[in-house]
């Protein structure tokens, strides 16, 4: 025999692979374990006492210029047509340092006193309620990898959404609506925004509109059955995943489907009901300027998202519509943009509050990056490059600091200089606002826990808690 094997080499080789085995049996255990408590939206108890029941993420996607709208830099005018004092870095390469004052005026607004754009009428009557980052970065430059940055807080898919985990860890108060709802449109990575990714399907984001007769895609039962023939084939349908779960207890798809066939019989008449804003007073509906021409679309999606929540939804995602991308004619095209949202959002927090639901409801408002001081070339109509480096957010309700400014740019708005802050900051900051650890909200994915904010440095902000 060439190449005998001794006993000790035996042994050794042997044990090795007796312990892969146990090893494999105990993660596959472990595996089946937390898989088989997952498939469940019914409300769970926080780690901790928490500030909000909901979150309204209204999601700005394409770059919202934060410096012509909320943060106002006078600085600007003093170098307008001019280079920049110091080097100002876009995309491109030897890119353009010709500074560009916002061509907009800005008015100090209530008791923070406050400057806010007159392009926001509306968001001038309510920024007291508001709470600003306004030293927001991000190590992304381009859209697509700076929003999956913004909502799953990674650079490049295949992570689960913010609301996903949020919904994972809390449940829904509502068994007969999803947990995790979007609405609208605008990012650039698509329904991505919104998906569950590798946690369990039943935590992704259920795509809904504000049309009356077909919220949900397909949520109607057709012309031609009677609700006993749904009955009925419900009843075989369960029967068949029933014996189809029995063969595959760890399948979660099929928990997945399961679950969703039993929620959508209960969304045909909950969905419904709360998509009809008819039922709203014509004072509530004139608020939102639901019938308005450029601004009834965005109107109408807010006053949707306050019924959802009030209805137990936990986690509804409003997605701010395409445009923002304002590379160039930004003064031809920002007024329009600010139009389409400055009601809806602006009467959600007035609404909000009027209704003592602000109290425990976080409304949070962001893009994925803002705009740079400098045009990004010279032109008839010019316009700004993303800027990753210092741009502004804001939040409000839920226990946080009404009025109050965490943070702070340089003189353009270029860069963030002071509490600068980052997508993992705020990830961490809203799961603390719902009474999540954001380090205990684990997910085991490849022999790991993984979570929201991974390995990223991450902060409570605590600053702006009341």
């Known amino acids: 025999m060439t190449n005998p094997v001794s006993r000790r080499e035996a042994l050794r080789t042997a044990a090795t692979g007796f312990g892969g085995m146990a090893l494999s049996s105990m993660l596959a255990w472990s595996a089946g374990q937390d898989r088989a408590r997952l498939y469940d939206l019914k409300s769970k108890q926080p780690h901790f006492a928490p500030k909000a029941k909901n979150v309204i993420f209204l999601y700005i996607g394409g770059g919202p210029s934060t410096i012509d709208m909320f943060d106002p830099k006078p600085v600007l005018r003093k170098f307008d047509g001019k280079p920049a004092p110091f080097e100002i870095k876009g995309r491109a ?7 560009m004052a916002s061509p907009w005026e800005f008015t100090r607004c209530g008791a ?136 595959h207890p760890l399948d979660q798809e099929l928990e997945a489907r399961i679950a969703n066939y039993e929620l959508a019989a209960r969304m045909q008449l909950e969905a419904i ?49 395409g445009g923002w991308d304002t590379h160039s004619n930004i003064q031809g095209q920002l007024p329009g943009l600010c139009q389409r949202i400055d009601q809806g959002m602006s009467a959600l927090l007035a609404d909000l509050d009027q209704r003592g639901m602000l109290k425990e409801t976080l409304v949070v408002w962001s893009g994925e ?71 205990r909200n684990t997910f085991l994915y490849e022999g790991r826990n993984e979570s929201l904010v991974g390995v990223t440095p991450a902060r409570v902000l605590k600053e702006l808690l009341a």
């Not at 999803?178 to 990714?197: E, L, Q, Y």
């Not at 009356?212 to 995943?241: F, G």
């Open 369 to 439: 990056f803002g705009r740079l001081p400098t045009i990004e070339a010279a032109s008839a109509q010019p316009g700004r490059d993303h800027n990753p480096y210092g741009f502004s957010m804001w939040m409000a309700g839920a226990g946080l600091k009404s009025g109050f400014d965490l943070g702070t740019s340089d003189e353009l708005g270029y860069a963030a200089v002071e509490s600068k802050s980052g997508h993992s900051d705020v990830h961490a900051t809203i799961q603390h606002l719902l009474g999540i650890d954001y380090r």
């Open 93 to 99: 390469l030897n890119g353009s340092q010709q500074v």
């Open 273 to 321: 009901k709360v998509a009809d804003l008819s039922r709203e007073s014509e004072a509530t509906r004139k608020l939102y300027g639901i019938d308005q021409p450029g601004s009834g679309g965005f109107g109408r999606l807010c006053l949707q998202a306050r019924r959802l929540v009030e209805s137990g939804v936990r986690f509804v995602q409003v997605y701010g519509g």
């Open 112 to 247: 923070s006193g406050r400057e806010v754009s007159n392009l926001l009428p509306h968001f001038q009557k309510v920024v007291d309620k508001v709470t600003f980052v306004r030293s927001m970065t991000t190590d992304r430059i381009d859209h697509s990898t700076a929003q999956f940055t913004l909502v799953t807080g990674r650079g490049f898919t295949g992570f689960p959404a913010l609301g996903s985990w949020v919904s994972y860890a809390l449940g829904t108060e509502n068994q007969n609506l999803p947990a995790f709802i979007a609405m609208g449109d605008g990012a650039t990575i698509g329904p991505r925004a919104h998906a569950s990714a590798w946690l369990p399907p039943v935590f992704c984001g259920t795509s809904m509109q504000a049309d009356q007769q077909a919220p949900i895609y397909d949520i109607k039962r057709p012309e031609n059955m009677t609700a006993e023939k749904q009955s009925r084939l419900l009843d075989l349908v369960k029967q068949l995943n029933q014996e189809q779960k029995r063969e």
